[in-house]
């Protein structure tokens, strides 16, 4: 049991801040999240110094470390952070299950911020728990033909690749085992329909997909088959874990705007910070970043661990995410609120802040699921009496 | 549960209304959005049809309402969801200040002009230094002879763009004590010297002109004062319940707009192999919200009546004004994370919703403010 950081996640960490610090900037930021724009040229940057997907390098994972670098670059700018964050998005799948080709075709372009990636998981009013995908690939020699429609896809016209849920089925209709397979943008038949007009992450597309007939070679199935639903639940709990640092960095931005400014503004004479009421407010929203950032640490500690081996505890990524959200919520709320009229106001940012964490903890996966994963856990099967 | 009582021509201007708002306000809304303010051509055609200022007698051009005529306004202006045609600050928070405290040339220049929507108004309180703390406001008027000069600068004030004339409250700056040292004047804005700002990029309310504005040795007649001098503090304070009791009125309406929204897309929006609204959680929490908005309902109702029949109801309508704009913002929090997904689209109206009612426990007092007006006179 140790609370302290390594040498090495603190100098990730001082990277990682130094980077946001030097780079982001606030009129930009302002102008992608008002024109829906993705900040390429930071992500290029920031890919170049080796920091996106920086958890994907070496031997196993370091989520850890990707928990550090989020917690920084979101609370210096919450939009280009998270946007940059969610470039390599699924590229954790190919990671830990792709073949050398892939690793070598794919995931190489992705770390080197060459093209995005994403994942494709959900289906138009499907379960929460993608038990019932229907996107189907028909097996055909080398070939896989795929039909199916996903929605809410994060990075949406921008990724060039996807990483599709769905059945394998041989050419009889047998099979339907769940499986994951890679996408190229550029495959005939893969229609991208936008989502524009976000209320937060507006630096992050989003889109619905249809595959029609799309035909992929075989070797672009990541994993054995049968493994889709397993990858997908592991990838979900590493997005639940980077998410939970996104968010969390929110918090810290926006705490540290609203302390800075409460301290400098003056109302009746004293201070804003010097009032008590805004005193404990501050207590009561460290207290919660405090709670929510050793959950996140934990479970991310917890996946870098136990993961590979199939022995992670999945109900930690979704307590974390849960709980950061609640919090991000909680302080970029109190801190527009700190902030008065000024809060209301683009140009002072905590709106922004906000808006982007309103969106995380309400975008899948989310709330009543979260909630479904801890307690299907903790409950268990019910016996019949 | 209802209180308050509409009469068939209350109910008749509503029909009006809601027709008017589906023909002239509801088609635009997206593109007032984008272009920050609304055309004042609007504006006419609501003072046109009668929907300005409704309360104010026949002599002003006005229909001889009541405040429940400004109740139906708000709840329409509501349904629409969006806050450009701002009319309840200019109807129910500005004109009020020219009815109680305007000379009669003053009245009768101004407000037939303010029933028919050639001039819109726009209060100019608040100041960069001075938000909460509006003793520690800095703009200054200076009286010469027969003029007024006018120094300072005003920030968020909504209407601020389209305004045609503003109620400033500006400080003598030889009057020491600051409570008997402000005075409000009426500016119209084509005065000299008197610049607005462009529209403030906000959170919400995106149609609404809010904006800065500037006096530069901005000279207007001394007869432009309302009320006595040094008198400013007073009729501020004293309008403010109605003030607040606007807020208190809107909250309430977004709130159960909210709810009949979320209810309704929860009926159709499948999640595997159940509908949405199946969820007990849900269900749940759409009761707890719809219990919460009910009894915000039934105490705005009161407030209303009782505003109605002149008492002083201060301290539950800052009450009010503090619960509401409250509940309200916890209503669209927890309405998106019912919606899920398709709440972080614009499309969704509750992201709108959320964004635009997030300032109601900003303005019109903060409900920090509203919490030491309630300790102040309940706990001393």
């Given at each position: 049991?140790?609370?302290?950081?390594?040498?090495?996640?603190?100098?990730i960490?001082k990277?990682?801040?130094?980077?946001?610090?030097?780079?982001?900037?606030?009129?930009?930021?302002a102008?992608?999240?008002?024109?829906?724009?993705?900040p390429?040229?930071?992500?290029?940057?920031?890919?170049?110094?080796g920091?996106?997907?920086?958890?994907?390098?070496?031997?196993?994972?370091?989520?850890?470390?990707?928990?550090?670098?989020?917690?920084?670059?979101?609370?210096?700018?919450?939009?280009?952070?998270?946007?940059i964050?969610?470039?390599?998005r699924?590229?954790?799948?190919?990671?830990?299950?792709?073949?050398?080709?892939?690793?070598?075709?794919?995931?190489?372009?992705?770390?080197?911020?060459?093209?995005?990636?994403?994942?494709?998981?959900?289906?138009?009013?499907?379960?929460?728990?993608l038990?019932?995908?229907?996107?189907?690939?028909?097996?055909?020699?080398?070939?896989?033909?795929?039909?199916?429609?996903?929605?809410y896809?994060?990075?949406?016209?921008?990724?060039?690749c996807?990483?599709?849920?769905?059945?394998?089925?041989?050419?009889d209709?047998?099979?339907?085992?769940?499986?994951?397979?890679?996408?190229?943008?550029?495959?005939?038949?893969?229609?991208?329909?936008?989502?524009?007009?976000?209320?937060?992450?507006?630096?992050?597309?989003v889109?619905?997909m249809?595959f029609?007939?799309?035909?992929?070679?075989?070797?672009n199935?990541?994993?054995?088959?049968?493994?889709?639903?397993?990858?997908?639940?592991?990838?979900?709990?590493i997005?639940?874990?980077s998410?939970?640092?996104?968010?969390?960095?929110?918090?810290?931005?926006?705490?540290?705007?609203?302390?800075?400014?409460?301290?400098?503004?003056?109302?009746?004479?004293?201070?804003?910070?010097?009032?008590?009421?805004?005193?404990?407010?501050?207590?009561?929203?460290?207290?919660?970043?405090?709670?929510a950032?050793?959950?996140?640490?934990?479970?991310?500690?917890?996946?870098?661990?136990?993961?590979?081996?199939?022995?992670?505890?999945?109900?930690?990524?979704?307590?974390?995410l849960?709980q950061?959200?609640?919090?991000a919520?909680?302080?970029t709320d109190?801190?527009?609120q700190?902030?008065?009229?000024?809060?209301?106001?683009?140009?002072?940012?905590?709106?922004?802040?906000?808006?982007?964490?309103?969106?995380?903890?309400?975008t899948?996966?989310?709330?009543?699921?979260?909630?479904?994963?801890v307690?299907?856990?903790?409950?268990?099967k019910?016996?019949?009496? | 549960?209802?209180?308050?009582?509409?009469?068939?021509?209350?109910?008749?201007?509503q029909?009006?209304?809601?027709?008017?708002?589906?023909?002239?306000v509801?088609?635009?809304?997206?593109t007032?959005?984008?272009?920050?303010?609304?055309?004042?051509?609007?504006?006419?055609?609501?003072?046109?049809?009668k929907?300005?200022?409704p309360?104010?007698?026949?002599?002003?051009?006005?229909?001889g309402?009541?405040?429940l005529?400004?109740?139906?306004?708000i709840?329409?202006?509501?349904?629409?969801?969006?806050?450009?045609?701002?009319?309840?600050?200019?109807?129910?928070?500005v004109?009020p200040?020219?009815?109680?405290?305007?000379?009669?040339?003053?009245?009768?220049?101004?407000?037939?002009?303010?029933v028919?929507?050639?001039?819109?108004?726009?209060?100019?309180?608040?100041?960069?230094?001075?938000?909460?703390?509006?003793a520690?406001?800095?703009?200054t008027?200076?009286?010469?002879g027969d003029h007024?000069?006018?120094?300072?600068?005003?920030?968020?004030?909504?209407?601020?763009?389209?305004?045609?004339?503003?109620?400033?409250?500006?400080?003598?700056?030889?009057?020491k004590?600051?409570?008997?040292?402000?005075?409000?004047?009426?500016?119209?804005?084509?005065?000299?010297?008197?610049?607005?700002?462009?529209?403030?990029?906000?959170?919400?309310?995106?149609?609404?002109?809010?904006?800065?504005?500037?006096f530069?040795?901005?000279?207007?007649?001394?007869?432009n004062?309302?009320?006595?001098?040094?008198a400013?503090?007073?009729?501020?304070?004293?309008?403010?319940?109605?003030?607040?009791?606007v807020?208190?009125?809107?909250?309430?309406?977004?709130?159960?707009?909210?709810?009949?929204?979320?209810?309704?897309?929860?009926?159709?929006?499948?999640?595997?192999?159940?509908?949405?609204?199946?969820?007990?959680?849900?269900?749940?929490a759409?009761?707890?919200?719809?219990?919460?908005?009910?009894?915000?309902?039934?105490?705005?109702?009161?407030?209303?009546?009782?505003?109605?029949?002149?008492?002083?109801?201060?301290?539950?309508?800052?009450?009010?004004?503090?619960?509401?704009?409250?509940?309200?913002?916890?209503?669209?929090?927890?309405?998106?994370?019912?919606?899920?997904?398709?709440?972080?689209?614009?499309?969704?109206?509750?992201?709108?919703?959320?964004?635009?009612?997030r300032?109601?426990?900003?303005?019109?007092?903060t409900?920090?403010?509203?919490?030491?007006?309630?300790?102040r006179?309940?706990?001393?």
């Open positions: 049991m140790d609370f302290d950081l390594k040498g090495s996640q603190k100098e960490q990277a990682a801040r130094e980077f946001a610090k030097g780079e982001f900037d606030k009129d930009l930021a102008n992608l999240d008002k024109e829906e724009n993705f390429e040229a930071l992500w290029k940057k920031a890919a170049r110094l920091l996106v997907g920086l958890h994907l390098d070496g031997a196993g994972l370091s989520l850890v470390d990707q928990v550090l670098v989020a917690e920084q670059f979101c609370a210096v700018d919450s939009s280009l952070g998270s946007s964050l969610s470039a390599c699924g590229a954790e799948c190919l990671y830990l299950s792709g073949d050398a080709s892939l690793k070598e075709t794919f995931l190489e372009r992705v770390l080197e911020g060459q093209i995005l990636s994403t994942c494709a998981f959900a289906e138009p009013g499907g379960d929460p728990d038990s019932d995908i229907t996107t189907t690939a028909i097996q055909r020699d080398k070939m896989l033909t795929l039909n199916g429609k996903k929605e896809v994060v990075n949406g016209v921008l990724a060039g996807f990483i599709v849920l769905c059945r394998v089925l041989s050419e209709g047998s099979g339907a085992e769940p499986c994951l397979v890679l996408v190229e943008k550029k495959t005939k038949g893969v229609l991208i329909k936008p989502k524009t007009e976000k209320l937060g992450c507006r630096m992050i597309p889109a619905d249809e029609c007939d799309v035909a992929v070679p075989l070797s199935m990541v994993g054995k088959p049968g493994t889709g639903l397993v990858q997908a639940k592991n990838f979900l709990s997005e639940q874990v998410k939970a640092a996104m968010v969390l960095g929110m918090a810290l931005g926006a705490l540290q705007r609203s302390l800075a400014h409460t301290r400098l503004r003056k109302q009746f004479n004293q201070a804003i910070a010097a009032f008590e009421v805004t005193r404990h407010k501050f207590a009561d929203m460290a207290m919660r970043i405090r709670m950032r050793l959950l996140t640490l934990e479970a991310a500690f917890d996946i870098d661990r136990n993961m590979i081996r199939g022995k992670h505890d999945e109900t930690l990524a979704a307590m974390a849960f950061a959200a609640k919090t919520v909680h302080v109190e801190s527009v700190l902030l008065g009229g000024y809060g209301y106001m683009a140009e002072y940012e905590v709106e922004r802040f906000y808006r982007d964490a309103k969106s995380i903890e309400i899948q996966p989310a709330g009543l699921h979260l909630k479904e994963i307690a299907k856990k903790l409950i268990g019910i016996r019949a009496a | 549960m209802e209180i308050l009582k509409f009469s068939k021509s209350h109910l008749d201007f029909e009006r209304l809601k027709t008017f708002m589906d023909r002239e509801v088609p635009n809304i997206e007032w959005e984008k272009e920050k303010k609304v055309p004042k051509s609007v504006w006419k055609k609501m003072g046109e049809n929907f300005l200022c309360s104010l007698p026949a002599e002003y051009g006005g229909i309402g009541d405040f005529h400004s109740v139906i306004v709840k329409e202006l509501a349904r629409t969801n969006h806050n450009g045609l701002a009319a309840f600050i200019h109807s129910d928070i004109v200040y020219i009815e109680s405290y305007g000379s009669v040339d003053l009245k009768q220049k101004y407000l037939p002009l303010c028919s929507g050639d001039m819109i108004t726009a209060v100019a309180m608040t100041e960069p230094d001075a938000g909460s703390d509006l520690a406001m800095t703009t008027a200076v009286e010469k007024v000069v006018i120094n300072g600068a005003k920030t968020f004030i909504s209407n601020g763009v389209n305004c045609d004339l503003a109620v400033l409250a500006a400080k003598d700056p030889k009057e004590n600051p409570h008997k040292a402000v005075s409000l004047y009426l500016v119209e804005s084509k005065t000299p010297r008197f610049k607005k700002g462009e529209p403030l990029e906000k959170m919400g309310w995106k149609s609404q002109d809010t904006a800065e504005l500037f530069n040795d901005c000279m207007i007649p001394k007869q004062r309302l009320g006595k001098k040094g400013g503090f007073k009729m501020l304070m004293a309008k403010l319940q109605q003030e607040r009791l807020c208190v009125v809107s909250a309430v309406f977004f709130c159960e707009n909210m709810l009949e929204w979320t209810i309704g897309y929860l009926k159709e929006k499948k999640r595997g192999k159940k509908l949405a609204i199946h969820s007990q959680a849900a269900r749940f759409l009761v707890e919200m719809a219990t919460q908005a009910k009894m915000a309902r039934v105490f705005m109702e009161k407030l209303v009546s009782e505003h109605m029949k002149k008492k002083d109801v201060i301290i539950e309508t800052s009450m009010g004004k503090y619960y509401t704009t409250d509940l309200v913002k916890r209503t669209s929090l927890r309405c998106l994370e019912l919606i899920g997904d398709y709440g972080s689209l614009e499309e969704c109206p509750i992201a709108r919703t959320f964004r635009d009612t300032v109601m426990s900003i303005f019109a007092g409900n920090e403010i509203m919490k030491e007006i309630i300790a006179f309940t706990l001393s």
